[in-house]
């Protein structure tokens, strides 16, 4: 499986997540976001959860699409729900925060 890890990490994940951006860019505009947000959240825990358990080629690739769609609704549905609920002047901020986020977390994971 270790051979096949380029397979896995690379199409498997950003054709999945490239298409699904697109279509979830789209949906982030509609109603109910914070539940589908909440589903998208949920599916991704799930899926990078399976991945690290399986054993299987197969079921690996379909994690690793699954993690690639789920992980694309997550943000421009963010975006959009703290564009609803933040004032304008602060919605830099607020966006920047959500984008260096993830750095900050793997910076203070290895403490």
């Given at each position: 499986m270790k051979s096949l890890y380029g397979l896995l990490s690379g199409p498997a994940?950003?054709?999945?997540?490239?298409?699904?951006?697109?279509y979830f860019g789209k949906?982030?505009?509609?109603?109910?976001?914070?539940?589908?947000l909440a589903f998208a959240a949920i599916a991704w825990s799930l899926t990078s959860i399976i991945?690290?358990?399986v054993n299987s080629l197969l079921?690996?690739?379909?994690?690793r699409f699954g993690l690639g769609?789920?992980?694309a609704a997550t943000e421009p549905l963010i975006f959009s729900l703290i564009a609803d609920t933040i004032p304008k002047a602060k919605l830099p901020?607020?966006?920047s925060l959500i984008k260096a986020a993830p750095y900050a977390g793997s910076a203070l994971s290895g403490l």
């Open positions: 994940f950003s054709i999945s997540n490239g298409v699904a951006g697109l949906v982030s505009d509609k109603p109910h976001r914070s539940r589908l991945t690290g358990s079921v690996m690739s379909i994690m769609v789920f992980q901020t607020a966006n």
